[in-house]
């Protein structure tokens, strides 16, 4: 299941959806809070542009919105079985939504990039490469 060459694999381990290699991210830690959302222009080993076309990534809202909703179903659910009352629910979920965050933002982006970019272990871009040479 989280084997090299699925799309699970390239979503948990914040890699390239095309190679499964390089990183997505710069910074694989989400809880740095500077990068959260900063991404790689070209993927560092296969040099495949992540952005396919100007904003490419506000369909990511989308998948965020999903993650978010299922999240509070969750909390819903373990805090009502609990027999909390509803004000204590509510303010767990607005907790828990908050501190996941940075988390939820990053899985939808890479959810929303594999969705769209198949895996190719072969796949080479010269361009983007030199493009990431020049910029380290």
Known sequence: MF?????????????CPKCHQGDFFEDSN?????????????????????????SFFYGAMYISYGLTVGLSIIVFVIFYL????LLY????IFIALV?????TLR????????????YDPDY?????????????
């Open 3 to 15: 084997t090299k060459g699925t799309k699970v694999y390239s979503i948990f381990n914040n890699k």
């Open 124 to 136: 080479r871009n010269e361009e983007g490469l030199e493009c990431f040479r020049k910029k380290s």
């Open 30 to 54: 989400p809880l740095h809070f500077k990068k959260i959302l900063k991404m790689n222009t070209y993927c560092t080993h296969c040099g495949f542009k992540f952005q396919i076309e100007p």
């Open 89 to 92: 629910i509510f303010l767990a």
């Open 107 to 118: 899985l939808a982006r890479l959810i929303y990039s594999n969705i769209f970019i198949s």
């Open 82 to 85: 609990l027999g909390l009352s």
């Open 99 to 103: 501190l996941f965050t940075p988390l």
